[in-house]
């Protein structure tokens, strides 16, 4: 009869490689170095530049709470009509026409191919004459630039999940397609969600291109117009755009962040879903 041997326990690493492994290597600190002042330099340069006077004198100057406000309602349309858009055509082509993948992944990723100066002209000559009177002619245009975007952060979101016996397990309650979607799909796809608003409310806060050729005073455009007669103000404007911009990504990271854990989900990044491992029992 065979004996069944029983491996010994692997012993515990000792405290000495365990404060190895958690410390970093010296070039690894000296990139983080060099680039730290890489991006920090000219953020300190611009500050000096501006001065802090001019920060007080940004909130007084003419057309700055117009076109901050039109930034932002645009911000909130393109953020709504994206995600009515690609999540349910990303879930139902991760159910039904799987093999349709690659092909949407192309599709989405003509937006970042083609000129933005391309595919503004190209609107404005077939778009109707009611539609170029309104500023939503411009979160339309945005919500193209932001399908690259919104479709890998949903499509992640979707890959690490099982969609397919998620849609099953409910049609066999009784549930139909939109209770599935509503009910089932979309608070699994919270975080991939959050993470797709992140990336869109960063693009709309910055483009500029497609705002000043539609002649709209977003609030990037309003920057550019009023560095020509004040450039220290300018400067300050764009800083604090820069700040409340990241203020407001990080506020929404970190509520995405909280309730994926909170609930077992994955962590919120800029650019993808990270999965956080929960403890099974033996």
Do not use: C
């Not at 500050?47 to 003419?62: D, E, H, P």
């Not at 209770?179 to 992140?198: H, Y």
């Amino acid at each position: 009869m065979a004996a069944v041997t029983q491996a010994p326990p692997a012993r515990p690493a000792s405290a000495p490689a365990r404060a190895r492994r958690g410390r970093l290597p010296a070039w690894r600190w000296a990139i983080l170095a060099v680039a730290g002042i890489y991006f920090l330099l000219p953020l300190y340069a611009a500050l000096r530049f501006a001065g802090i006077k001019a920060y007080g004198s940004v909130f007084s100057r003419t057309g700055f709470t117009d076109a901050l406000w039109l930034s932002v309602r645009l911000a909130i349309v393109t953020t709504l009509i994206t995600l009515a858009l690609m999540v349910p055509t990303t879930v139902y082509v991760h159910l039904r026409l799987p093999r349709l993948r690659r092909l949407l992944e192309g599709i989405t990723i003509l937006p970042i191919v083609i000129p933005p100066v391309v595919l503004i002209v190209g609107v404005l000559q077939v778009a109707p004459g009611s539609l170029k009177a309104t500023p939503w002619l411009l979160a339309l245009e945005y919500v193209i630039l932001a399908m690259p975007f919104a479709y890998r952060a949903i499509d992640t979101g979707l890959r690490a999940l099982d969609v397919k016996t998620l849609t099953e397990a409910a049609g066999s309650l009784g549930a139909g397609w939109g209770a599935t979607l509503w009910r089932v799909i979309l608070p699994n796809l919270r975080t991939a969600m959050l993470s797709a608003t992140v990336l869109i409310i960063a693009l709309v806060l910055g483009e500029f291109t497609m705002a000043s050729l539609d002649l709209y005073e977003t609030f990037p455009v309003w920057i550019v117009q009023f560095d020509q007669t004040d450039a220290a103000t300018s400067v300050a404007a764009s800083l604090g755009a820069l700040f409340v911009t990241w203020i407001v990504l990080m506020l929404i990271t970190w509520a995405g962040t909280r309730q994926a854990r909170r609930t077992g989900g994955g962590e919120v990044t800029l650019f993808t879903v990270a999965r956080t491992d929960t403890p099974t029992g033996s």
